[in-house]
């Protein structure tokens, strides 16, 4: 286990080398910007500075992954929703498993930091994903139709979750992650809160039919 790491701002030519040869050994990363450091031996957390983000990159050259060869990348945000776009230079091509988890207090303005990022996803050339879970405590519907652009896009996906603190009620969140999920998809986990009974069976019985490959739901 390798104890929590962070960038200089400005790296030099050699370290870099170094850094990238021995990034291609990196198959699995899980950042949580909560999670404490350790300083002289001894536990430590960082304490809480709103003005500047605890994460910061260098200036490096080119735009290759900083982990060509990641597989397993979990994204923690607990501090700063700012946080979140930082999560870019780490998505690789090799990436099979991305787990976001958002859960910085909820703010109306935070939906302007998660869809650029989804949008950012989106994009990314040869992203392939396997298995994607996405943690929010409020799931907004433009942040919930970002997300349904994003999973188009991610047609082999295996294994879905989508956590929400409070369930997604029923009405145009639901209807625009529930009309566009992969068929390919083995596992759906979500928290829904369903109108009544008929709204249950009949939106169970549409993604059975959408979905024939589901065995977890």
């Not at 021995?22 to 198959?27: L, T, V």
């Not at 099979?96 to 050339?125: E, G, M, N, Y």
């Amino acid at each position: 286990m390798i104890p929590p790491q962070h960038f200089p701002w400005r790296t030099s030519p050699p370290n870099w080398r170094r850094f990238e040869h021995y990034a291609r050994r990196i198959r699995v990363l899980d950042q949580n910007d909560r999670r404490p450091y350790v300083l002289n031996g001894s536990p430590r957390t960082i304490p809480w500075r709103p003005a500047k983000p605890p994460i910061e990159f260098p200036k490096r050259p080119g735009t290759d992954p900083l982990l060509p060869k990641i597989q397993d990348l979990t994204w923690s945000v607990g501090r700063y929703i700012t946080n979140l776009p930082h999560i870019l230079p780490f998505i690789s091509p090799s990436l099979k498993s991305l787990k976001i988890r958002v859960k910085t207090q909820h703010s109306s303005t935070d939906a302007d930091v998660i869809c650029p990022a989804f949008d950012a996803l989106r994009v990314v050339a040869g992203l392939e994903l396997e298995t994607f879970h996405f943690v929010r405590h409020v799931l907004e519907e433009k942040v919930a139709e970002r997300l349904s652009t994003f999973l188009e896009h991610q047609q082999n996906l295996k294994n879905l979750g989508i956590f929400s603190r409070k369930f997604l009620e029923p009405g145009p969140v639901k209807d625009v992650l529930f009309t566009n999920l992969p068929r390919g998809l083995q596992k759906l986990n979500a928290c829904v809160r369903f109108s009544d009974e008929i709204d249950y069976i009949n939106r169970i019985q549409a993604n059975l039919s959408r979905l024939p490959n589901l065995r977890v739901l």
